[in-house]
DNA sequence: GTCGCGTTTGACAACGTTGTCCAGAGGTTA
DNA sequence: TAACCTCTGGACAACGTTGTCAAACGCGAC
């Protein structure tokens, strides 16, 4: 078995090129290319022979070479913030689903939430000349971006919106689904509302703030500042916070968290605690319909977010000219339970 | 001003080169390559000339073309079975991370299961001469591998083996982790135990099943072949096979599931049963304690596989020889509840 | 003034591929 | 038999970068 792999003899990292395929097979550099591309104009013969001397030499195109020659490297980037948060995931995926489509390879990384890793990963996939890219940004200021746009790089914000320039973009609703979250326990009779978000200078955060703000005021209820914490989503603070709230001098009878992480923690603060509290969390979460009572969110199509990013990114590279463009994807309630709990007697 | 307008009228999608720059800045080209790459030997003045060029222009080095003269690419290809997977994500962050702190960029994709896509993708990443890969196998035979590892691209395998051809490998201790939870489900009084695992082909849940009969053989209890059931972990195929065991002639009175999508559906169909059935699963999920009766697991460390897997990869790259090496990564059974149910009385 | 020495700088080839263009073989027609 | 076409195959330049090597320069010492 080994010595076969042995019977090569080729220098360790050195592999075979076109010349020495074209050399073994006793053609001409541009025929190898020709076979290897399946270009017409090779006869039969003469293919057959390539084909042997490739198979015989192990060798595979350098697409490096290939890329330099042709200036479009069949590859994209993607930037998002954490490769391991679950909502990623489906994205990550959609992203390259179409990718494949297009017969791209997907590049990604994670900004780990901090702009100047952010630029960095952007800045080095720009460097091996992806086509295109699809971020979900961690910065608030994309302006060093301008100059690899105005070079033809295509870019589509995906979740949050660019920081000072024009780009194409891919939102989701947060604003309405929050407001339909909010709304949707000022319907089962709470008054007391408290709102757990992540950091303010994410813009979902601030939109997300923003629909309870006006889902309150819709319904004609004043917001106490004690009710409204954000912040980092580490457990710590977000138990902390909402401690707070349902012990503070104006205990809240209903919670909204404002994404999975946050979700994620109320659930287990309310599940320490003897009386129920009605809960709404932004993000659908697998088994969120298994614990007791079942979480009612605010689900995010995070497939669609990317597939249309993606699809809107290709769209460009294909040659659609015109203004940046920004598209808003619904977001959905899933009433379960937990959202639907009224508030205790006498509060 | 004809040169201004030059400089920023470039054609749309081509970008300045060094050239460009040395022409604006009045310097050579290799002079250029000395300031992009931090260089000694340039004097301070004709760096700011240069510098100044590079912002006017906004140039960025062109990768593939350094690549192809210097034939490292400082990237590493991760081929794992789906993006979506929360199973994969920690794994993938892990792998990003430690490619990150090695200075390479990490290009990943999903086989989606199927051996025919992983080896079009793993192939395609060797064309792009990544330095190594990270390969989660959908495949069982990877001798397409030969002569890519014969030319230097480092190879590790992890959570499943490698097929047909011998290279290093990451693990997770399968069948220690299926013993340990079956026997926790015997400790507890169970003797009818059903096994629901993912299709038999795959590494892990062979591991799997062979960890269940020794548990079984251990403790001296038969095996009826019903209540064994390897295939897709598609919900509707788990859910029909735990009927069947739950209501079959000999009735289960515990199940083992091999893994987290498994899980996901057996929790699902045992929450819409009257009577409680006990329930350890391979790989532990978010929020399986908040469940009820929290789901005893056997938990798998995903990023330490990734961790070791990608370590082992750049030890390779920096030119540790040596035979193919196996690690093998312990789980740990986490009781929560399920698994320690009693078998109903009279079983 | 010239020599030697160290520092800064640039010309040039090479990396492996693809696009352009031309040469020669073979066949058809006048 | 010459003129003309078609088809296959190959020579060569170019893509943008880096390594090699040598030229030009400044400067102190003879």
């Given at each position: 078995m080994t010595d076969t792999a042995r019977g090569t003899s080729r220098r360790y990292g050195s592999r075979p090129t076109m010349k020495d395929v074209a050399a073994r097979a006793g053609v001409g550099l541009k025929t190898v290319s020709r076979v290897v591309n399946g270009e017409p104009g090779v006869t039969p013969d003469t293919e057959r022979r390539v084909q042997d001397a490739i198979t015989a030499l192990g060798f595979r195109r350098n697409d490096s070479a290939r890329i330099l020659r042709k200036g479009r490297t069949a590859s994209i980037g993607l930037v998002l913030e954490d490769l391991a948060d679950p909502?990623?995931?489906?994205?990550?995926?959609?992203?390259?689903?179409?990718?494949?489509?297009?017969?791209?390879?997907?590049?990604?990384?994670?900004?780990?939430?901090?702009?100047?890793?952010?630029?960095?990963?952007?800045?080095?996939?720009?460097?091996?000349?992806?086509?295109?890219?699809?971020?979900?940004?961690?910065?608030d200021d994309h302006r060093y971006l301008e100059?690899?746009?105005?070079?033809?790089?295509?870019?589509?914000?995906?979740?949050?919106?660019?920081g000072r320039i024009e780009a194409d973009t891919v939102l989701s609703d947060s604003f309405g689904g929050a407001r339909d979250a909010v709304a949707h326990l000022i319907a089962h009779g709470h008054r007391r509302i408290g709102?757990?978000?992540?950091?303010?200078?994410?813009?979902?955060?601030?939109?997300?703030?923003?629909?309870?703000?006006?889902?309150?005021?819709?319904?004609?209820?004043?917001?106490?500042?004690?009710?409204?914490?954000?912040?980092?989503?580490?457990?710590?603070?977000?138990?902390?916070?909402?401690?707070a709230m349902l012990d503070g001098p104006r205990p809240v009878t209903a919670l909204f968290a404002g994404n999975n992480r946050v979700t994620v923690t109320a659930v287990r603060v309310l599940a320490e605690r003897p009386r129920p509290v009605a809960l709404v969390g932004f993000d659908d979460f697998e088994l969120a319909d298994l614990i007791s009572p079942a979480i009612t969110v605010v689900a995010q199509d995070a497939a669609r977010l990317g597939r249309t990013a993606a699809t809107m990114l290709f769209r460009r590279l294909d040659g659609v000219d015109g203004p940046p463009r920004r598209e808003e994807i619904p977001t959905r309630l899933i009433p379960r339970g937990s959202g639907e709990l009224p508030p205790p007697a006498g509060s």
């Open positions: 909502f990623y995931g489906p994205l990550n995926r959609a992203v390259e689903e179409v990718a494949r489509d297009h017969g791209a390879l997907l590049i990604n990384g994670s900004s780990a939430e901090d702009p100047a890793r952010e630029q960095e990963l952007v800045l080095a996939l720009c460097a091996r000349r992806v086509d295109g890219l699809v971020i979900i940004p961690a910065a100059p690899e746009i105005a070079a033809g790089v295509a870019t589509v914000f995906v979740d949050r919106p660019a709102f757990l978000g992540d950091q303010p200078r994410i813009h979902t955060a601030a939109e997300r703030l923003r629909g309870y703000r006006a889902a309150m005021a819709e319904a004609g209820l004043p917001v106490d500042e004690a009710w409204v914490s954000l912040g980092s989503t580490a457990p710590d603070r977000v138990r902390f916070a909402a401690t």
